[in-house]
């Protein structure tokens, strides 16, 4: 007769889980079929609401509303994949104050919310057409530059090498 022991089988079981977690997107997933910003310009507005993300280009304050300007990205469990071709771009419209220190330019961030309208803007010389999100929830992404520092990170590799 052959005895299994709970020991190791339990161990992986909670390891599973605990990673699991990991895994957790930071906003509430969006009902319907994914648009992307360019989609939502060339073909139609989307009836559902949207998860988008991407990269902050420019930040203004306005009496009762934050609008950032958004360089989209695909997403991967919500976080916007930087390395791959852009969707488009977007504005974000925030109800209330967002601090631009926080908010600045280069910095990552994803929104749930409706897309509702488009605005005629410029890209510099060119003539754009932004569709406008308006969030109900928002993830600012850890900071690029200070992630890879943050003396309380876990990380798991495999391999050798030498960690400078």
Do not use: K
């Not at 304050?61 to 488009?88: A, F, H, I, K």
């Not at 530059?145 to 090498?161: E, H, L």
């Amino acid at each position: 007769m052959v005895r299994l022991r709970h020991g190791p089988w339990l161990l992986v079981l909670l390891l599973a889980v605990g990673l699991a977690g990991c895994a957790t997107p930071p906003l509430a997933p969006a009902p319907g079929p994914e648009v992307t910003p360019r989609e939502a310009v060339s073909e139609a507005l989307p009836a559902t609401e949207q998860v988008w993300g991407g990269v902050i280009v420019r930040a203004e304050n306005l009496p009762d509303v934050t609008r950032l300007e958004v360089v989209s990205y695909p997403l991967r469990n919500q976080e916007p994949q930087t390395g791959r071709m852009t969707d488009g771009r977007f504005l974000l419209e925030v109800p209330g104050f967002l601090d631009p220190v926080d908010y600045r330019t280069g910095r990552r961030i994803t929104a749930r919310g409706d897309v509702e309208r488009t605005e005629a803007g410029r890209i510099g010389e060119v003539d754009y057409a932004f569709p406008v999100l308006v969030a109900a929830e928002v993830h600012l992404w850890p900071d690029e530059a200070v992630r890879g520092r943050d003396p309380g990170r876990v990380r798991f590799g495999i391999g050798i090498g030498i960690g400078l």
